[in-house]
């Protein structure tokens, strides 16, 4: 019978002798030794016909059907999974493997292995999972590195298959001394030596980290090593060639050896730039950091070790930086405050320093603040700006902040006569006189005195963060200070009392009248406070 694997027109360009031909007709014919000798044929080339392990497991296949053993025997040994796994239903192949192993070929043992826990959804591959296990372990104890690493992941030890057998004999199971996916790391199985690192670096192993990561990461050096000089950005080909956890152990492993006491800075440089060109946006600040010879607090680090090159730090830090890496701007900052260095310029340096700001720098926004805080005579608005970074450094935590914040800026507590205030209104005083009752809640809220609170222009005093108390300019005792809105339930206030105020001209030319006329308001309305001791009145004549 005619077959239809489709090999027609590629028998038709073949310069096959009349040998290979009469095999060939004699295959398709369904004769069991033609199969064997064509599927042979096909494994080692030659005699007009190519190499090709998807066709000669397609003939060998046909003859171990028909129970010729040398041809179960040849798939074990020479066929890869790689091969099978491309097939469409790549577990029926396992039949082969298992008969194979069972002669006496561990190889085979470990294709079988993976055929079946690779697809062990399938019912049929539940059916072969204890003597899966069994071959894989045999695989694994005669040193094959893909068998020890495979045992690892499906039960180290031996756990899955005492589980999956009951009959396993435990002494067998179990490795001597080191577990499987550590001898996997040992024989250089990449993937074992991945999770072996990383899982020393969430233990805090920083010895077993450099144990699995130096290795990886050297070996990794020599395969791409001439790749580096070639390139001139970061590559999303050299990415994929590693992988995320190639990179992410070439970042790591390169902190781990700069906190060390002897610090090889050509190696970590050439781990960095590997890392930095895979475009990893951590490996391009420690680059720059690295370049710059400063840690990330501006400090001067590896004195002794060589100049900084203040060039390539600029380059890997922008990068960074443009990566959303906070610290790589705040680095630049203090690059461009440098004496040393040709380009330094103070706006640069400030420019930069803002970025790290507000892209959450704490130490940034600390800076900005000061900064803003000692220039706020050559601008008003600078003590709101001081305000402003203070408040998000000293909510990461940053004591100096919040001792400075405390120093410039109220906190919001109850006003007494506010208090008072609030325990006469009653609801009808409340609908004939709202606005008044607004700053009365605005007093309670923020501690304003009664000037500050008959006077306040929400529109200009709201300014997000902090409210901006200045009357001065109609009751000349008062002071300018700054009120900080710390809360969500300050801020909704606020927010539903500047509604109340949005159309309205809080202005003495506006409808609630001069400070006189506000006070007069609120003595009559609520006669208790005409006798408080702050009643003293001092405005602009008008």
Not at 94 to 118: K, S
Not at 175 to 203: F, I, K, M, N, T
Not at 294 to 313: C, H, I, Q, V, W
Request: charged share 25%; with cysteine.
């Amino acid at each position: 019978m005619e077959d239809n694997f489709g090999f027609d027109a590629e028998l038709d360009g073949l310069m096959a002798n009349r040998e290979d031909l009469a095999i060939i007709r004699a295959a398709r014919a369904g004769k069991a030794e033609a199969q064997l000798a064509l599927g042979r044929r096909y494994l080692f080339g030659g005699n007009g016909l190519p190499q090709s392990y998807a066709t000669a497991l397609h003939w060998l296949e046909r003859a171990a059907r028909q129970d010729m053993a040398d041809a179960w025997l040849l798939i074990g040994e020479h066929i890869s999974y790689e091969v099978v796994a491309q097939q469409s239903k790549p577990l029926d192949f396992a039949v082969w493997y298992e008969r194979a192993f069972d002669a006496g070929l561990i190889q085979a043992g470990l294709v079988f292995a993976r055929l079946v826990l690779l697809n062990g959804a399938q019912a049929a591959a539940m059916q072969m999972h204890g003597k899966a296990i069994k071959a894989l372990e045999a695989a694994a104890h005669a040193g094959m590195a893909d068998a020890q690493w495979l045992l690892a992941q499906h039960g180290a030890g031996g756990a899955v298959a005492s589980q999956a057998d009951p009959e396993a004999d435990p002494e067998v199971s179990a490795p001597a001394g080191a577990s499987w996916a550590q001898r996997a790391a040992d024989a250089g199985v990449e993937q074992a030596q991945q999770v072996l690192a990383d899982e020393a670096w969430q233990r805090g192993d920083w010895e077993g980290f450099l144990q699995r990561a130096l290795p990886l990461a050297r070996s990794l050096l020599v395969q791409h090593r001439e790749e580096l000089p070639q390139l001139n950005a970061p590559s999303a080909v050299l990415a994929q060639q590693l992988g995320a956890d190639n990179i992410n152990v070439l970042s790591r492993l390169a902190t781990v050896l700069l906190r060390g006491k002897r610090v090889d800075i050509d190696e970590v440089q050439e781990i960095l730039e590997l890392a930095s060109y895979a475009d990893d946006k951590a490996a391009q600040l420690s680059l720059g950091l690295l370049y710059a010879r400063m840690d990330e607090d501006g400090e001067r680090t590896f004195p002794g070790l060589g100049s900084a090159n203040y060039k390539k730090a600029i380059r890997w830090l922008t990068l960074a930086g443009e990566r959303g890496q906070a610290a790589a701007w705040y680095a630049l900052s203090r690059i461009y405050l440098k004496p040393e260095f040709s380009q330094r310029n103070l706006a640069d340096a400030q420019h930069y320093l803002e970025r790290a700001a507000e892209m959450g720098h704490a130490k940034a926004q600390l800076e900005c603040g000061v900064s803003a805080w000692r220039n706020r005579r050559d601008d008003p608005a600078n003590d709101v700006r001081a305000v402003y970074w203070l408040q998000k450094a000293s909510a990461q935590g940053n004591a100096n902040a919040g001792d400075l914040l405390a120093k410039i800026a109220d906190r919001s507590a109850p006003a007494p006569w506010a208090l008072q205030a609030r325990e006469q209104l009653t609801r009808e005083l409340m609908n004939a006189y709202p606005f008044l009752a607004a700053r009365i809640e605005l007093a309670i809220l923020f501690g304003l005195t009664r000037p500050e609170a008959l006077l306040i222009d929400l529109h200009q005093a709201d300014c997000g963060h902090c409210l901006v108390v200045d009357i001065r300019a109609y009751y000349t005792r008062s002071k300018r200070r700054l009120i900080l809105i710390e809360t969500g339930e300050e801020r909704q206030a606020l927010n539903r009392i500047g509604r109340l105020f949005e159309d309205v001209d809080c202005s003495l030319s506006g409808p609630e009248g001069n400070y006189r006329q506000r006070l007069y308001r609120l003595k009559t309305a609520l006669p208790a406070m005409a006798e408080a001791a702050d009643e003293v009145a001092d405005p602009v004549p008008e």
